[in-house]
């Protein structure tokens, strides 16, 4: 039996879930020129070992909670299990290579920065399909929210070529998109396994 499709309409891009984004979103776009000063002024604050302390600080705690969400993924959703592990050892060993090449510490903000948002944009499109379809397909939502996030990851490098104190690159726009593959696969990998992934009903 086909689904019935119902009308969208603007108010429903207006909803709490795509004003979260948007919000999110406007924060980056705000911060983004002021970014090189505040790197700037925390470089003359402190010592480069301090810096390079916090920052291996940081990359252990983010393993810790990488670890946690493995094991979670292990005993409550052992299908996805073998792919998570693949999927998040692939963004990690790119990380990496990023990293080697542009030793830059403060580059490596990109994945948290854009998996974020591609959670955020996931659940704003999971609440717009079901209300278009009745149900969710979670193929279709998890394609067009990395589609989206790497289409945002894009125009804010763009964005930043034409500030003053900022540059184009594209090994940023790659970390933006892996980010976002990032946030996608630890959602999708925590997230019940119900079984099928054709589609869930919209609640």
Same mark, same amino acid.
């Given at each position: 039996m086909e689904i019935e499709k119902i009308r969208i309409s603007w108010s429903?891009? !207006?909803t709490p879930r795509w004003w979260v984004f948007y919000g999110y979103l406007l924060t980056v776009l705000i911060?983004?020129?002021y970014l090189p000063s505040l790197i700037q002024q925390a470089s003359s604050t402190w010592s480069s070992g301090s810096i390079s302390r916090f920052v291996l600080g940081v990359e252990i705690f983010l393993g810790v909670i990488l670890i946690a969400l493995g094991?979670?993924?292990? !005993?409550y959703n052992r299908r996805r299990f073998l792919r998570f592990v693949v999927i998040i050892s692939g963004i990690i060993a790119a990380s990496f290579l990023f990293y080697r090449k542009v030793p830059n510490p403060y580059e490596l903000t990109h994945l948290p920065e854009y998996a974020i948002m591609s959670v955020l944009i996931l659940q704003a499109?999971?609440?717009?399909?079901?209300?278009?379809?009745g149900k969710v397909s979670e193929n279709r939502v998890y394609f067009q929210s990395a589609l989206i996030t790497g289409i945002l990851g894009s125009l804010d490098e763009l964005y930043q070529g034409v500030l003053p104190m900022r540059s184009f690159t594209w090994y940023d726009i790659c970390l933006n998109m892996l980010g976002g593959i990032l946030g996608l696969t630890l959602f999708w990998g925590i997230t019940r396994d119900s079984g099928r992934d054709g589609g869930q009903s919209y609640k």
């Open positions: 429903d891009y !207006f911060a983004v020129p094991v979670i993924v292990f !005993f499109i999971k609440e717009l399909e079901g209300k278009r379809r």
